[in-house]
């Protein structure tokens, strides 16, 4: 769990813990006690990189946040109107899984000239092949490292990214739901997995290759990394965002955001600021997670990382920081950025 410590005693600089996980948080008069196992530490002020369900599991933290706004925490919701899903095209799915397959020959560099796009057109949506392992690639998501260019190339290739259904072959990798991270390596590959996995990138690649005119790979990958976070709310979970539709195609008819969250009267503002600074009237606890995002399933944009780092900036500049020098106008005046509340250059949305 990230948390960002600013401590009291050394008001200049900030202090990172690692491999440390925070069970409970105390608000103190001043400041707040952070509770790891046994141990506590005292900070000044404490932004949490937590989401959702970690967050909801901070005892003491829970009792001093208002119901309301607990009922907004708890809140998940993903309606998917027909208008922008087709009936059946997509699935929730039981986890969201990422994996990479690392070649000791980068093929798709030294043998298609291939480092952009995906396969297929839309690699969230994969093709299943006769492995029944389901591939969408991106070829230019993952390093590569070559002697020069387009020679002796090696690296990672992102053979899949999207949510899991039926199938357990990336997800069998994961040590538990709150062990993400998996890996495989050939020593250790004892039903043949990785060899499966190769045959399955080359069957949805076949056409690739001879459009080419080039010679499909027999070595299979050398090493494959896997990342899993659940949907079943357990352990480190996948982003559990609210995403709601007031379109008539939903299932269930319009879903206005406090229906879908049973909140009367919820505005998105209310559920950004709320759950920025969780314990009204204190700014030293604040909130800045993926997780965090109250917006309608028409306008949403992905799960991406910047969620949490806009979410981060909004609270810095309600706590009155100045907007770091580096952070130019023509940055700020990114539209996807101020569309999502960017506010060093634009309060309007607090």
């Given at each position: 769990?990230?948390?960002?410590?600013?401590?009291?005693?050394?008001?200049?600089?900030?202090?990172?813990?690692?491999?440390?996980?925070?069970?409970?948080?105390?608000?103190?008069?001043?400041?707040?006690?952070?509770?790891?196992?046994?141990?506590?530490?005292?900070?000044?002020?404490?932004?949490?990189n937590l989401p959702r369900t970690p967050f909801l599991?901070?005892?003491t933290l829970r009792q001093a946040i208002p119901n309301r706004t607990i009922g907004m925490a708890k809140c998940v919701k993903f309606d998917l109107p027909t208008k922008f899903f087709p009936a059946g095209s997509f699935e929730l799915g039981k986890s969201l899984t990422k994996a990479y397959a690392f070649y000791d020959d980068a093929w798709w560099i030294t043998r298609l000239n291939q480092s952009a796009g995906q396969l297929?057109?839309?690699?969230?949506?994969?093709?299943?092949?006769?492995?029944?392992?389901?591939?969408?690639?991106?070829?230019?998501?993952?390093?590569?490292?070559?002697?020069?260019?387009?020679?002796?190339?090696?690296?990672?290739?992102?053979v899949y990214y999207s949510t899991v259904n039926d199938e357990d072959f990336f997800e069998s990798l994961r040590p538990s739901t709150y062990e993400?991270?998996?890996?495989?390596?050939?020593?250790?590959?004892?039903?043949?997995k990785l060899p499966r996995l190769h045959a399955a990138v080359m069957e949805a690649t076949k056409k690739l290759f001879q459009k080419k005119n080039a010679t499909q790979p027999q070595e299979p990958p050398s090493l494959l990394?896997?990342?899993?976070?659940?949907?079943?709310?357990?352990?480190?979970?996948?982003?559990?965002?609210?995403?709601?539709?007031t379109d008539a195609s939903n299932p269930g008819g319009p879903d206005p955001l406090e229906k879908a969250c049973g909140v009367a009267g919820l505005t998105e503002k209310e559920y950004r600021d709320s759950l920025m600074f969780p314990i009204p009237?204190?700014?030293?606890?604040?909130?800045?997670?993926?997780?965090?995002?109250?917006?309608?399933?028409?306008?949403?944009?992905?799960?991406w990382a910047e969620e949490s780092l806009l979410?981060?900036?909004?609270?810095l500049r309600v706590k009155g920081m100045d907007r770091p020098t580096w952070l130019d106008q023509a940055f700020g005046g990114n539209s996807r950025l101020e569309n999502s509340g960017f506010c060093w250059f634009r309060d309007s949305r607090f």
């Open positions: 769990m990230g948390i960002l410590l600013i401590s009291a005693r050394l008001p200049a600089r900030g202090q990172l813990y690692l491999g440390k996980s925070l069970t409970d948080l105390r608000p103190q008069e001043s400041g707040v006690q952070l509770v790891f196992g046994y141990d506590t530490v005292h900070a000044k002020e404490v932004m949490l599991s901070l005892p297929p057109a839309n690699a969230f949506m994969p093709v299943n092949t006769s492995e029944h392992i389901p591939i969408g690639i991106h070829f230019n998501d993952g390093p590569v490292r070559c002697d020069k260019p387009g020679v002796n190339c090696r690296g990672f290739l992102e993400p991270l998996g890996t495989l390596t050939p020593d250790k590959d004892s039903t043949g990394v896997v990342g899993v976070w659940d949907r079943t709310g357990s352990g480190y979970t996948a982003p559990t965002k609210v995403y709601y539709s009237n204190r700014t030293d606890i604040s909130l800045a997670n993926n997780d965090w995002v109250a917006q309608t399933t028409e306008t949403m944009f992905g799960d979410q981060a900036e909004r609270a």
